[in-house]
């Protein structure tokens, strides 16, 4: 397999949503919180490997959404870096994040 010329970043809020996420599904059940964070690494491999892969989302944004959870990473494509902005829910507030592309 090719190693990727893109470097991934992750926003300091988007580290804490990942976290609060994981912690807030292995309160009501442990194995589907592994079941996300397993899904967060995997995700994450996919997008540093192939960024363009997923559609604009919002703004110069793109969007990985999730299959099974209610959530989307949003990331921005800066020369050779991913910049994850943010574990959007789908169900929140839209574009609450924009003030992390400054």
Known sequence: ?????YQIE???EAI???RETIEWYRVRNADVADEFRTLVKSAEALIE????SW???MLETRGFRFQKFPFV???IIR???VF?????HTKRTPGYWRDRLE
């Open 55 to 57: 559609a604009t989302y």
């Open 1 to 5: 397999m090719a190693k990727s010329n």
């Open 84 to 88: 994850v902005i943010a574990l959007a």
């Open 16 to 18: 804490r949503e990942i």
């Open 79 to 81: 020369n050779e870096k």
């Open 73 to 75: 990473f949003v990331y």
């Open 49 to 52: 490997r192939s960024p363009e």
């Open 10 to 12: 992750f926003h300091p």
